[in-house]
């Protein structure tokens, strides 16, 4: 089957399964070119709204906007670019977590780690150019590593984030050393003895503040333990690297929509939800939208050749699909719905009634959308006009079938016979 054959869910089913699991693995092996990374979201988004990747068709929704969660907004596919960060944030833990792995004992002797800390080794012209991107990874992979001292023998005292003020000389500053008197590649074993710490009188508040904390905590001279380091998110320790919890913390957001339970119900048709999402973000390409972006076309209703066409129109207004809704009404034994806006009619698909559950009222908006679109698509581009009795009984058909095949699901148990009395 063509990839052109598959519903525009469908296309986005594939994106999110092999299109992401074939990239995956190069993505948690090395950071991708910027460019590269770019032409596969291009390709991505190109295939997803024209259904191959030779085809330039205008996006109905932005690429950014399609990687949020679907409770916010999206699609829920991770932008490849953050996507690729957070996996190779991993190697960055690797270096850390005495994993016992070969590339780590090989990098940290061909980088000479254990002579100074990774946070301030500085690329050279003949180091690949993996391990140039990796570094360019610390500043966002400082946010997460967190060190528990112990002896202290292998925490950098400057360097490591090891106290809650966070990496040392980020906090005291350059000055920070020779105020301190505590070398700049010192390890935080090599401040303190067995008598106490070895730092220099304080000359700041903010070196009252360490000497505070300082004078809190054990001695790490005294302690047989060994440092070690921990993946921390928003405060709570992970004990290792977790992608998807990391991923979180990274992702952009937006707020929660309240819509967003209406269009991804579970149980819903894909096709439907699909339609269904781009129509409430009023992101299909009514008439009235394409004379805004300048396309010289008739405003005219091509469903009642009675009004200027528009989304609310067009689902909400219009003679023929209000004969549509009539026919549902008089199936749910109600009366006909007035509809002053979008709004209006999600909520009324939301609204659960003993005759009406919501569950029924959001399969029967979904179908009608869907199918007032693809017949206004078909009188347009085939001149083909069919009856609105005829896309109730596709409706109708649409419902059953579904209501069938989800008759186990407790939401759908005693709706056939809600639909059908």
């Known amino acids: 089957m063509g990839s052109r054959s598959l519903s525009f869910a469908g296309r986005t089913q594939l994106i999110s399964s092999i299109i992401y699991g074939t990239v ?75 994993c016992g792995s070969l590339w780590v004992a090989w990098q940290r002797h061909l980088h000479k780690l254990d002579m100074g800390s990774f946070w301030t080794a500085q690329p050279k012209s003949n180091d690949s150019w993996f391990w140039k991107s990796i570094l ?40 920070g050393p020779r105020s301190t008197r505590i070398p700049l590649n010192a390890r935080v ?47 709570k320790v992970m004990g290792n690297f977790s992608s998807n919890k990391t991923w979180e913390a990274l992702r952009p957001r937006d707020s929660e929509k309240d819509w967003a339970k209406l269009v991804w119900f579970k149980g819903s048709i894909p096709r439907h939800s699909f339609n269904m999402w781009i129509t409430n973000l009023n992101r299909l390409p009514t008439l009235d939208r394409l004379v805004s972006w300048g396309f010289q076309v008739t405003t005219t209703c091509s469903l009642c ?82 009856l609105p009795l005829t896309i109730f009984k596709d409706i109708d058909r649409q419902i059953i079938n579904t209501i069938t095949a989800r008759r186990k699901m407790k939401k759908f148990r005693n709706l056939m016979q809600l639909w059908l009395h």
């Not at 932005?62 to 670019?81: I, Q, Y």
């Not at 304080?202 to 004078?215: E, G, H, I, K, M």
């Not at 528009?310 to 004969?323: S, Y």
């Open 24 to 98: 995956n693995f190069r993505m948690s092996t090395f950071m991708l070119p910027k460019g590269c990374v770019k032409k596969i979201e291009s390709l991505c988004s190109r295939f997803l709204w024209s259904g191959g990747i030779d085809t330039h068709s205008k996006a109905k929704v932005s690429w950014a906007t399609v990687c949020l969660p679907k409770n916010e907004g999206g699609l829920g596919p991770r932008s490849f670019s953050l996507w690729n960060t957070t996996l190779c944030l991993r190697l960055i833990w690797l270096l850390f977590s005495s």
């Open 136 to 175: 360019k990874l610390r500043g966002l992979a400082t946010k997460f590593i967190s060190c528990h001292v112990g002896n202290g023998s292998k925490a950098w005292f400057w360097h490591d984030n090891w106290s809650p003020f966070g990496p040392l000389l980020s906090y005291l500053g350059e000055d």
């Open 189 to 235: 074993s090599a401040a303190c003895n067995r008598q106490g710490w070895t730092l220099a009188s304080p000359r700041s508040d903010q070196a009252v503040a360490l000497q505070v904390y300082l004078s809190s905590i054990d001695l790490p001279s005294l302690a047989s333990e060994e440092d070690s380091f921990e993946w921390v998110i928003d405060g």
């Open 305 to 386: 050749s009675a009004a200027f066409e528009t989304r609310e129109h067009l689902f909400l207004h219009c003679a023929f699909t209000k004969i549509i809704w009539g026919l549902i009404s008089n199936r749910l034994n109600m009366l006909l719905p007035y509809f002053s806006n979008w709004s209006a009619l999600l909520n009324w698909a939301k609204v659960s009634l003993p005759s009406s559950p919501s569950t029924l009222r959001l399969l029967l908006s979904h179908a009608l959308v869907y199918g007032v679109w693809r017949q206004r698509n078909n009188i347009i581009h085939n001149h083909v006009v069919v």
